[in-house]
Nanobody, 115 residues
Framework: QVQLVESGGGLVQAGESLRLSCAVS????????VGWYRQAPGKQRELVAV???????NYADSLKARFTISRNNAENTVFLQMNSLKPEDTAVYYC?????????WGQGTQVTVSS
């Protein structure tokens, strides 16, 4: 059973930063990629950033200037550094992992940015 556990969400003011963590229950190299999605109220879930097993990163165009995805291989953890946060970044942020066996999701962590 694969488990993804997110942490690091919270309430911040516009312009501040947050770092989200996703702890994966097995080697992150066993997945094609691990990434972050977000879902704001009344909107569809959207891609934020992913990192492949080879280390290639991909971002939503509108976020690449402010967000950075990284990983700690030894701890099977993927991070999302979010800088210069805006109220429109308010959403539930989900960790996602994809392998040949299927897709896996975390329970989500709430990020709220006040103006």
């Amino acid at each position: 059973q694969v488990q993804l556990v997110e942490s690091g969400g919270g309430l911040v003011q516009a312009g501040e930063s947050l770092r989200l963590s996703c702890a994966v229950s097995r080697s992150i190299f066993s997945f094609n990629f691990v990434g972050w999605y977000r879902q704001a109220p009344g909107k569809q879930r959207e891609l934020v950033a992913v990192i492949t097993s080879g280390g290639t990163t991909n971002y939503a165009d509108s976020l690449k200037a402010r967000f950075t995805i990284s990983r700690n291989n030894a701890e099977n953890t993927v991070f999302l550094q979010m800088n210069s946060l805006k109220p429109e970044d308010t959403a539930v942020y989900y960790c996602h992992a994809k392998s040949n066996a299927g897709d896996y999701w975390g329970q989500g962590t709430q990020v709220t940015v006040s103006s």
